[in-house]
């Protein structure tokens, strides 16, 4: 069904936009817990002590090779996820270095990362 006019159009976009601009800090809570499934929840509840852990470290404990979207998550998140370059062949190492509160995701984050 169309709206009948351009203003009511309008409303209804506005109404359905996501805010992005809301910088709420992000505070997990127990229904997060409850909520986070699979992947999500293996990554954070491994990386949350705050020490590096290499790729294949992660790879084995969250159980996918495709763990760097997870990460995207946690930055989204407001964690600061930090990653180094541990050898020339691309060795990289991860930790969560900190909770900011508001979306970490940065295409220039780190010197090892170009995304994510």
């Known amino acids: 069904m169309q709206p009948k006019d351009s203003t009511t159009h309008e409303a209804m976009r ?32 491994f990386m949350q002590d705050g020490n590096w852990h290499s790729r ?36 990289t190492t991860y930790r969560i270095k900190e909770y900011v509160g508001t979306s970490t995701t940065n295409p220039n984050h780190c010197p090892t990362c170009s995304c994510s």
């Open 14 to 45: 506005q109404a359905t936009q996501l805010k992005f601009t809301d910088q709420t800090p992000f505070i997990p809570t127990p229904t997060d817990w409850t909520r986070w499934k699979g992947h999500k929840r293996k990554m954070f509840d």
């Open 56 to 91: 294949d470290d992660i790879v084995e404990h969250v159980g996918t090779k495709g763990f760097t979207g997870r990460i995207s998550d946690l930055r989204t998140m407001g964690y600061v996820v930090e990653c180094n370059r541990t050898s020339e062949t691309g060795g």
